[in-house]
C-alpha cells in the first residue's frame, strides 16, 4: 500500500508539473530573450546570473523548513491521512506552486525587487506599510513555533543499554549533534574565507564530518542532558540567542556553510524517506504497513479541531506558504540567468517540497498507536530512523533516528535564523534605520522579544496537557498561508493593470484568503472568550487573539487598498511586463 501511495503522489505532482504548470508558464509568456535583473545588474554579490540546477537546489534548501514535516504529521493525526494527501497533491498543484512561481516571475518582473516593493509599486505606500507590518508579525510566528517544537526535540528520557553499560538520551543525542553541526558550520565558513580550498575538497571533507557528529552526539548524549525543572523552555530560550547572534553574523560564517551542508542533509533525508517507501516493506515485511486510519473526524476536538478550515492552516508548508514568496523575491529573483528558469526553480521546487511533506506523512500513519504519540521532531526523527534502516540494518537505529531528528533540526535552524535577519530587514526598512550594527543589534532584539515572552512563559510539557506548540503553530499556519494570499493579491492587481488573465492567481487567492481568515477569526473568537471566562491575562491565548485581530485588520486593509487599485483611484507605476 504505501509504495502504491509513495507512487500515486510522484505521478501527480509530475503530470501537475508538465500540465498545470506549463500553462501557467504560458500565460506569463516567458521569454528567454528578454534580458533578467541578475543579468542586468550582475555584481557578483546580490545579483549573479545562476545555472538553474544550483538554483533550484539553493532555493529548494531555502524553502523546505520544518514546515512541511510537522504541518502534516499534526494534521494526520488530528484528522486521518487521506485529507492530507488530497491536500498536499492538489493544493500544490494549484495554489502552492502557483504562489511561487507567480511571486518569482513578478519580482523578476519588477527589477528583483521584494514582496514589499511590488506591494508598493502596485498598491501604494500606505499598503506597502501594512504589509510590512503583516510580514514582521508573520516572521515572529515562524521563530515562535519552530523554536518551541524544535526544543521539544533536544529533550528525551535516558535509557540505559546492555545491562546499564551505557546510557542514551535521544534527545541530548539531537542536541549534541545539532550543536556540533552548526561549530561545523562556523569551521568550513573560517576555513573557506582564510584558505579559500575547492568546492570538492570542502565537500569531501565536511559532508562525512556532518554524518560524523551524528555519530559523536548518540556516544555523548547525556552530556547534553539540561539540569533545570523544564530543560524544554531553557532550550527555547537557548535557540533564540542563537537566532540573535546568528542573524547578525556575516553570511560567510554561517548563513551560506550551513545551508550548504543543510542542502546534503535534506536530500539524503528525501533519499532515504523515498528509499523506505519503496523497499521497507520488501526488506521488513509488515512494519512499513498503513496503521493510521484513513479519515478519523470532520472535527478533532479541542479549541482549533474543524477540518475547515484547520486542515489546511495545520498543513501549512506542506502545500502552501506565504514564506517562499518572502524567498522568491528576496534571493532566488536575483539569480535567474533566465525566464524559463522560473518554471523548475518556482514552480518545481514546491512540487519538491510537496514530497517532503507525503514523507514526513508516512512517518506517522505507519506507527502502531500505541498510547499518545510524541512531538511531530520526535515522530520524523524515528520515523526518517526507520527508513534508514532499510540501508544499514536495526542495529544503527539510534545513529539513523538521531541522523532523523538532527534533520529536522537542521532544517529549522535555517528557518529560524533566516526568518530572524528578515525581521531584522524589516524593521530597518519599515523604520528608515541605517543598516549599521547597533540598528541591527536592536532590530534583532525586537524582533526577539516577543518570541522570547512565548517561550518563557509557555506551560511546561506534561502528559495528557496539549503541547504549547500547537497554540503556536495554529496561528503560524494561518498567518503564513494568510501572507501567501496577500502575495496572490498583488500579482492579481499587477497582471490584472497589465490587461493580463488572472484567473490562475485570483482563484487561489480567494480560496486561501477565505480559508485563513476564517480560521484567524476562530482563533480570535476562542481567545476572547477564555478572556470572558478567566479574566485578562498575557496567556498565549490572549496574545494570539490580540494578533489575530491585527492580521485581520491589515488583510481587510490591504483587500481595501488593492480594490482601490483595481478601480484604479491608485496611480499606475512605472511599466513594468507581465507577459
Given at each position: 500500500m504505501l509504495p502504491l501511495l509513495a507512487l500515486g503522489v510522484i505521478v501527480v505532482l509530475t503530470v501537475g508539473y508538465f500540465s498545470y504548470g506549463r500553462l501557467i508558464a504560458r500565460n506569463y509568456a516567458l521569454d528567454d530573450s528578454a534580458e533578467t535583473p541578475a543579468v542586468r545588474r550582475a555584481d557578483g554579490e546580490d545579483f549573479v546570473p545562476t545555472k538553474p540546477f544550483y538554483l533550484l537546489g539553493q532555493h529548494f534548501s531555502a524553502i523546505a523548513a520544518a514546515g512541511p514535516i510537522a504541518g502534516p504529521i499534526l494534521a494526520a493525526q488530528m484528522f486521518g491521512w487521506v485529507p492530507c494527501v488530497l491536500w498536499i497533491g492538489f493544493g500544490v498543484i494549484f495554489i502552492g506552486a502557483v504562489h511561487d512561481f507567480s511571486a518569482l516571475v513578478a519580482s523578476v518582473r519588477h527589477e528583483g525587487e521584494s514582496v514589499a516593493e511590488i506591494v508598493r509599486r502596485q498598491l501604494g505606500r500606505r499598503a506597502w506599510l501594512l504589509i510590512l507590518t503583516f510580514i514582521w508579525l508573520a516572521l515572529i510566528y515562524v521563530i515562535v513555533a519552530f523554536a518551541d517544537i524544535t526544543a521539544s526535540t533536544f529533550v528525551g528520557k535516558t535509557e540505559e543499554f546492555e545491562g546499564g553499560k551505557y546510557s542514551f538520551n535521544p534527545g541530548g543525542a539531537v542536541a549534541a549533534a545539532s550543536t556540533m553541526y552548526l561549530g561545523l558550520s562556523i569551521l568550513m565558513g573560517l576555513i573557506d574565507r582564510r584558505f579559500k580550498p575547492p568546492l570538492w575538497l570542502t565537500t569531501i571533507i565536511f559532508v562525512p564530518a556532518t554524518l560524523g557528529v551524528v555519530w559523536l552526539g548518540t556516544k555523548i548524549s547525556t552530556s547534553f542532558v539540561l539540569p533545570f525543572e523544564n530543560?524544554?523552555?531553557?532550550?527555547?530560550?537557548?535557540?533564540?540567542?542563537?537566532?540573535?547572534?546568528?542573524?547578525?553574523?556575516?553570511?560567510?560564517?554561517?548563513?551560506?556553510?550551513?545551508?550548504?551542508?543543510?542542502?546534503?542533509?535534506?536530500?539524503?533525508?528525501?533519499?532515504?524517506?523515498?528509499?523506505?517507501?519503496?523497499?521497507?516493506?520488501?526488506?521488513?515485511?509488515?512494519?512499513?504497513?498503513?496503521?493510521?486510519?484513513?479519515?478519523?473526524?470532520?472535527?478533532?476536538?479541542?479549541?482549533?479541531?474543524?477540518?475547515?478550515?484547520?486542515?489546511?492552516?495545520?498543513?501549512?508548508?506542506?502545500?502552501?506558504?506565504?514564506?517562499?514568496?518572502?524567498?522568491?523575491?528576496?534571493?532566488?529573483?536575483?539569480?535567474?540567468?533566465?525566464?524559463?528558469?522560473?518554471?523548475?526553480?518556482?514552480?518545481?521546487?514546491?512540487?519538491?517540497?510537496?514530497?517532503?511533506?507525503?514523507?514526513?506523512?508516512?512517518?506517522?500513519?505507519?506507527?502502531?498507536?500505541?498510547?499518545?504519540?510524541?512531538?511531530?521532531?520526535?515522530?520524523?526523527?524515528?520515523?526518517?530512523?526507520?527508513?534508514?534502516?532499510?540501508?544499514?540494518?536495526?542495529?544503527?537505529?539510534?545513529?539513523?533516528?538521531?541522523?532523523?531528528?538532527?534533520?529536522?533540526?537542521?532544517?529549522?535552524?535555517?528557518?529560524?535564523?533566516?526568518?530572524?535577519?528578515?525581521?531584522?530587514?524589516?524593521?530597518?526598512?519599515?523604520?528608515?534605520?541605517?543598516?549599521?550594527?547597533?540598528?541591527?543589534?536592536?532590530?534583532?532584539?525586537?524582533?526577539?522579544?516577543?518570541?522570547?515572552?512565548?517561550?518563557?512563559?509557555?506551560?511546561?510539557?506534561?502528559?495528557?496537557?496539549?503541547?504549547?506548540?500547537?497554540?503556536?503553530?495554529?496561528?503560524?499556519?494561518?498567518?503564513?498561508?494568510?501572507?501567501?494570499?496577500?502575495?496572490?493579491?498583488?500579482v492579481t492587481v499587477w497582471l490584472h493593470r497589465e490587461k493580463r488573465r488572472v484567473w490562475y492567481t485570483a482563484v487561489p487567492m480567494v480560496f486561501v484568503m477565505t480559508v485563513t481568515l476564517w480560521a484567524l477569526i476562530a482563533q480570535i473568537r476562542h481567545a476572547f472568550g477564555a478572556i470572558r471566562e478567566g479574566g485578562f491575562s498575557f496567556n498565549t491565548a490572549t496574545m494570539n487573539g490580540v494578533v489575530g485581530v491585527l492580521l485581520v485588520g491589515l488583510a481587510i486593509a490591504l483587500l481595501v487598498e488593492s480594490s482601490r487599485a483595481l478601480l484604479g483611484r491608485t496611480p499606475a507605476p512605472a511599466e513594468t511586463r507581465a507577459g
Amino acid at each position: 500500500m504505501l509504495p502504491l501511495l509513495a507512487l500515486g503522489v510522484i505521478v501527480v505532482l509530475t503530470v501537475g508539473y508538465f500540465s498545470y504548470g506549463r500553462l501557467i508558464a504560458r500565460n506569463y509568456a516567458l521569454d528567454d530573450s528578454a534580458e533578467t535583473p541578475a543579468v542586468r545588474r550582475a555584481d557578483g554579490e546580490d545579483f549573479v546570473p545562476t545555472k538553474p540546477f544550483y538554483l533550484l537546489g539553493q532555493h529548494f534548501s531555502a524553502i523546505a523548513a520544518a514546515g512541511p514535516i510537522a504541518g502534516p504529521i499534526l494534521a494526520a493525526q488530528m484528522f486521518g491521512w487521506v485529507p492530507c494527501v488530497l491536500w498536499i497533491g492538489f493544493g500544490v498543484i494549484f495554489i502552492g506552486a502557483v504562489h511561487d512561481f507567480s511571486a518569482l516571475v513578478a519580482s523578476v518582473r519588477h527589477e528583483g525587487e521584494s514582496v514589499a516593493e511590488i506591494v508598493r509599486r502596485q498598491l501604494g505606500r500606505r499598503a506597502w506599510l501594512l504589509i510590512l507590518t503583516f510580514i514582521w508579525l508573520a516572521l515572529i510566528y515562524v521563530i515562535v513555533a519552530f523554536a518551541d517544537i524544535t526544543a521539544s526535540t533536544f529533550v528525551g528520557k535516558t535509557e540505559e543499554f546492555e545491562g546499564g553499560k551505557y546510557s542514551f538520551n535521544p534527545g541530548g543525542a539531537v542536541a549534541a549533534a545539532s550543536t556540533m553541526y552548526l561549530g561545523l558550520s562556523i569551521l568550513m565558513g573560517l576555513i573557506d574565507r582564510r584558505f579559500k580550498p575547492p568546492l570538492w575538497l570542502t565537500t569531501i571533507i565536511f559532508v562525512p564530518a556532518t554524518l560524523g557528529v551524528v555519530w559523536l552526539g548518540t556516544k555523548i548524549s547525556t552530556s547534553f542532558v539540561l539540569p533545570f525543572e523544564n530543560p524544554q523552555r531553557a532550550w527555547g530560550l537557548g535557540i533564540l540567542v542563537y537566532c540573535f547572534i546568528a542573524s547578525l553574523l556575516p553570511v560567510w560564517l554561517l548563513l551560506q556553510p550551513r545551508g550548504y551542508l543543510g542542502g546534503f542533509v535534506l536530500y539524503l533525508a528525501l533519499a532515504v524517506g523515498t528509499i523506505g517507501l519503496f523497499f521497507g516493506g520488501l526488506r521488513y515485511p509488515g512494519e512499513f504497513d498503513i496503521r493510521m486510519p484513513a479519515f478519523k473526524t470532520f472535527d478533532a476536538g479541542g479549541p482549533f479541531g474543524g477540518l475547515f478550515p484547520f486542515l489546511f492552516v495545520t498543513i501549512a508548508c506542506g502545500a502552501c506558504s506565504g514564506f517562499h514568496g518572502l524567498v522568491c523575491s528576496g534571493t532566488t529573483s536575483k539569480q535567474i540567468a533566465k525566464e524559463s528558469h522560473t518554471h523548475p526553480v518556482g514552480y518545481g521546487a514546491m512540487l519538491l517540497e510537496a514530497f517532503v511533506a507525503i514523507i514526513a506523512l508516512t512517518t506517522v500513519i505507519t506507527l502502531a498507536p500505541e498510547g499518545k504519540l510524541p512531538g511531530p521532531g520526535k515522530i520524523y526523527g524515528d520515523g526518517v530512523g526507520r527508513f534508514m534502516t532499510v540501508i544499514l540494518g536495526k542495529e544503527h537505529f539510534l545513529f539513523a533516528a538521531t541522523f532523523g531528528a538532527m534533520a529536522f533540526s537542521t532544517f529549522v535552524f535555517d528557518t529560524l535564523d533566516v526568518s530572524t535577519r528578515l525581521g531584522r530587514y524589516v524593521l530597518e526598512e519599515l523604520f528608515g534605520w541605517s543598516k549599521k550594527r547597533k540598528a541591527g543589534a536592536i532590530a534583532t532584539a525586537l524582533t526577539l522579544v516577543p518570541p522570547a515572552y512565548f517561550v518563557a512563559t509557555a506551560r511546561p510539557p506534561a502528559p495528557g496537557v496539549r503541547p504549547a506548540y500547537l497554540d503556536f503553530w495554529t496561528l503560524f499556519g494561518t498567518s503564513n498561508q494568510l501572507l501567501a494570499a496577500l502575495t496572490l493579491l498583488a500579482v492579481t492587481v499587477w497582471l490584472h493593470r497589465e490587461k493580463r488573465r488572472v484567473w490562475y492567481t485570483a482563484v487561489p487567492m480567494v480560496f486561501v484568503m477565505t480559508v485563513t481568515l476564517w480560521a484567524l477569526i476562530a482563533q480570535i473568537r476562542h481567545a476572547f472568550g477564555a478572556i470572558r471566562e478567566g479574566g485578562f491575562s498575557f496567556n498565549t491565548a490572549t496574545m494570539n487573539g490580540v494578533v489575530g485581530v491585527l492580521l485581520v485588520g491589515l488583510a481587510i486593509a490591504l483587500l481595501v487598498e488593492s480594490s482601490r487599485a483595481l478601480l484604479g483611484r491608485t496611480p499606475a507605476p512605472a511599466e513594468t511586463r507581465a507577459g
